[in-house]
T-cell receptor, first 115, second 113 residues
């Protein structure tokens, strides 16, 4: 079945630095990927929709200059958290559509801790 | 009114019993419906999808869809402690831009031995 690979699974960074998270579709082409953030014991929150070859679409309240999304190929989308702060510490998850009726396949997630 | 609503739980069921989870949605144009399971600290994994009224069975799981009443449910038979997780209902609405799924807040299930 369709596999979405996400790296790194866990990262600790210092406040003020930037962190890049990669999301790859391994055996299919993903023209659209989605980035979510999830705080402890809360539901998934959609941050942005990543479209191959075009600008990402951000949800209301998500700073596009802080969360940079690049979808340069049909198999790779990246999320860069710039100038990270402790409040950015969260679980970040990417997903890709694997056929309308099959819904999304999710990456394994990235646990970001900003110290 | 939220677009997709679920009881947050926790839903506590004894081992071997049936766990029944419900989800209601607001958009009558919704066409496909998904149930995901998410263990603590992990990303969601797809359990089942359904798009026709009625029941769909897969192993110990049965999804039920009633478009007239705008609800979709998930039954877990012979519940096991390993079924303890948060179950997310997701809905695909054609008019949603970019084929976005809309997720409910999730129902936490606890299966007690």
């Amino acid at each position: 079945g369709a596999v979405v690979s996400q790296h790194p699974s866990r990262v600790i960074c210092k406040s003020g630095t930037s962190v890049k998270i990669e999301c790859r579709s391994l055996d299919f082409q993903a023209t659209t990927m989605f980035w979510y953030r999830q705080f402890p014991k809360q539901s998934l929150m959609l941050m942005a929709t990543s479209n191959e070859g075009s600008k990402a679409t951000y949800e209301q309240g998500v700073e596009k200059d802080k969360f940079l999304i690049n979808h340069a190929s049909l198999t790779l989308s990246t999320l860069t958290v710039t100038s990270a702060h402790p409040e950015d510490s969260s679980f970040y998850i990417c997903s890709a559509i694997t056929g309308v009726l099959r819904g999304y396949t999710f990456g394994s997630g990235t646990r970001l801790t900003v110290v | 009114q939220k677009e997709v609503e679920q009881n947050s739980g926790p839903l506590s069921v004894p081992e071997g019993a049936i766990a029944s989870l419900n989800c209601t949605y607001s958009d009558r144009g919704s066409q496909s419906f998904f149930w995901y399971r998410q263990y603590s600290g992990k990303s969601p994994e797809l359990i089942m999808f359904i798009y026709s009224n009625g029941d769909k069975e897969d192993g110990r799981f049965t999804a039920q869809l009633n478009k007239a009443s705008q609800y979709v449910s998930l039954l877990i038979r012979d519940s096991q402690p390993s079924d303890s997780a948060t179950y997310l209902c997701a809905v695909n609405t054609p008019k949603a831009a970019g084929n976005k799924l809309t997720f409910g807040g999730g129902t936490r299930v606890l299966v007690k031995p």
